[in-house]
């Protein structure tokens, strides 16, 4: 569901901006994701997909997705990283911190400073 409200949000925004500029159709929707909102790009895809059908200047659009990576501080020793993949879990959560730890002190006092970005980047049209 999480997936549904993040599409519906980008396709919001961009229908707001065609109509702002007058576009026509919109042909690509480049939007960022923080790898730790734990979302599937298949599913911001079909979901895209799916959705986009509803309004006629998506019709012929794709959505690219460009991923940020997760980046924590750790309270005791004060290293600053990137979460590493292997440990963020593969299913959907909404809050991943109780499975990561830092990789120099294994402290589990961590502080998200990047990966929950979302945000619409760029529309192309004709």
């Known amino acids: 569901m999480h997936d549904v409200s993040m599409v519906q949000g980008f396709i919001n925004q961009s229908l707001e901006l065609a109509v702002k500029h007058e576009m026509k159709e919109i042909t690509e929707i480049i939007v960022h994701i923080g790898i ?9 895809i079909h979901n895209f997909d799916l959705l986009k059908d ?4 998506l019709a012929k659009a794709n959505i690219t997705i ?11 020793c004060g290293h600053q990283g990137k979460v590493p993949e292997d440990q963020l879990p593969k ?15 294994g402290s589990k006092e961590l502080t998200i400073t990047a990966g929950h970005d979302v945000y619409l980047d760029k529309i192309d049209y004709n």
Do not use: D, M, Q, R
């Open 36 to 44: 730790l909102n734990l979302v599937h790009e298949e599913n911001i």
């Open 54 to 57: 509803e309004y006629p200047v």
């Open 66 to 76: 460009e991923w940020i990576h997760g980046e924590v501080k750790c309270a005791s």
């Open 91 to 105: 299913e959907h959560l909404h809050n991943v911190l109780p499975f990561l730890s830092c990789t120099e002190c």
